[in-house]
């Protein structure tokens, strides 16, 4: 068997083009989405991820401020930039490129976002509203993942997911995200002894580690679906996913690429949140 590709750059551009026609009615109304990323200090990665997003912003017709701090930047002055886009009204979305430095605590940075704006759903509010099912933003990663799984037609209730990760950004709410529509959802780690005894039984596989090769055509019951989340460098320094692509391809009934499955999603999803706040303002 050969699965069948979930394509994460031909959904995006449709979900895009979506966010371009919202983005577009709510300009004309004078309320023209604005996104501000904040980026501190000088990560080559994060310098890219947040060129990304501004860019991707700039494409579809939302408004975007790219704030760059040196890594110096005291806490306190990074909470007062938070508090004054919270007040700003041409900001519907805000960002705090993470990871921060070491002196500065996440954490507390992520709580300063007003739960309005926080387009990135990692506060402990919204985390709750994911968790209970309340309207608010769902983290932009597990959230991609649950398109990307509803665009293959596969029915997801009654259904037995396998997420493999549990970090608070993707794994922990892309559990609950398959739960709220009515999978039987099982949560493996580092910890999880023999976690192919689960994921043969599973009819959704998300693997969210960071580590190549942890899902092997063994592990995969035929006709699956699998999301494939991580990223990482193969011994060419070609991106590479966590699923063993070539060897999971031949069991699986659908399966995501890396890249052009998870990755284009992730922003998209970042997109649909900044159109959705400025919509509740
Ligand atoms: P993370 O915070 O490092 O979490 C990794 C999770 O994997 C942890 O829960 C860890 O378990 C678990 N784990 C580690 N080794 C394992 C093993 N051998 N078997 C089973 N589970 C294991 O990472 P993350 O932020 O969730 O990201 C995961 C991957 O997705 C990374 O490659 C990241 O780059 C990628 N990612 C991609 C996108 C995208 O847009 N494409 C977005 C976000 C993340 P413990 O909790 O027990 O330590």
Known sequence: MTAQLIDGVALSRQIRAEVAQRAAALTARGRKPGLAVILVGDDPASAVYVRNKVKACEEHGLHSVLEKY???????????RIAALNN????????????????????????????????????VLSAGETMTGLPGFRPCTPYGCMKLIESTGVPIKGKHAVVIGRSNTVGKPMALLLL???????????????????????????????????????????GAVVVDVGMNRNDEGKLCGDVDFAGVKEVAGWITPVPGGVGPMTITMLLVNTVEAAERM
Do not use: W
């Not at 040196?70 to 007062?80: G, N, R, T, V």
């Open 180 to 222: 709220q529509a009515n999978a039987t959802v099982t949560v493996c780690h580092s910890a999880t002894a023999d976690i192919g005894r689960f994921t043969r039984e599973a009819d959704i596989v998300v693997v969210a580690v960071g580590r190549r090769n942890v899902l092997t055509a063994d592990m995969v019951k035929p």
């Open 70 to 80: 040196d890594a110096s930047l005291p806490e306190a002055e990074l909470l007062a």
């Open 88 to 123: 700003d009204p041409g900001i519907h979305g805000i960002l705090v490129q993470m990871p921060l430095p070491k002196h500065i605590n996440p954490q507390k940075v992520i709580e300063a976002i007003s739960t309005h704006k926080d387009v990135d759903g990692y506060s």
